[in-house]
């Protein structure tokens, strides 16, 4: 799950905590090459039918992550599954950004995955099995609502080459890194358990 908005410090530290204590016992190995990575690689864009938390609800997962939202207006006739409206408390960037579904406005709000796909390929997704990739693209705990822009600019950056603008958010966010890459059994790259390191060590210590 993404943390909780009234998450504490001392959350936020024993999180870092045990964030480094799993990260020690990653794999520690060079990206794999990309070839034959596909966004079809991960199953259906926004399924319901993975088995994380929302599965088979009537509802694809970007609009169950979309529920997050405050303020949200949903759509008649949709078994309350299609957000209409809402607000963003963004902690990627820190802002409130206002969502309105529309072929121009959908986009102002994306969901991330917070490991991105084509990294999880080129760091041991590629030997998962079509059903838990399928289940990686649409597990809310690697899911979140965050500014279009920002997510675009973020791309298949990993923690050694892009993190939240927000600083505040960083050290959830490294975290959160962490616990879905043990999750799925990925691996990480020295730059980027350098980088992990160095951020959590100072968020547990704060």
């Keep these: 799950m993404a943390p909780r908005p009234d998450a504490t410090a001392e959350d936020a530290t024993a999180r870092a905590q045990a964030g480094l204590a799993q990260l020690a016992t990653f794999a520690v190995k060079g990206r794999a090459p990309k070839t034959g990575y596909s966004r079809a690689q991960f199953g259906q864009r926004w399924s319901d039918d993975v088995t994380v938390q929302f599965g088979h609800n009537g509802c694809d997962t970007r609009n169950d992550m979309l529920h997050g939202l405050a303020d949200i207006v949903l759509k008649p006739g949709t078994?309350?599954?299609?957000?209409?409206?809402?607000?963003?408390?963004?902690?990627?960037?820190?802002?409130?950004?206002?969502?309105?579904?529309?072929?121009?406005?959908?986009?102002?709000?994306?969901?991330?995955?917070?490991?991105?796909?084509?990294?999880?390929?080129?760091?041991?997704?590629?030997?998962?099995?079509?059903?838990?990739?399928?289940?990686?693209?649409?597990?809310?705990?690697?899911?979140?609502?965050?500014?279009?822009?920002?997510?675009?600019?973020?791309?298949?950056?990993?923690a050694a080459t892009w993190l939240p603008p927000n600083r505040a958010y960083r050290c959830t966010y490294v975290a959160r890194q962490i616990e879905v890459k043990a999750a799925y059994r990925l691996w990480v790259t020295a730059a980027e358990k350098s980088a992990m390191t160095r951020l959590l060590t100072g968020c547990a210590a704060a």
């Design 79 to 158: 078994r309350n599954c299609v957000v209409l409206s809402g607000t963003l408390r963004d902690p990627y960037t820190g802002r409130s950004i206002a969502f309105v579904r529309g072929p121009r406005t959908s986009e102002a709000v994306q969901i991330d995955h917070v490991v991105a796909l084509s990294d999880a390929w080129q760091k041991g997704a590629q030997q998962l099995s079509a059903d838990e990739r399928r289940n990686f693209a649409n597990d809310p705990r690697n899911l979140q609502p965050t500014d279009g822009s920002t997510n675009s600019r973020k791309r298949d950056g990993d």
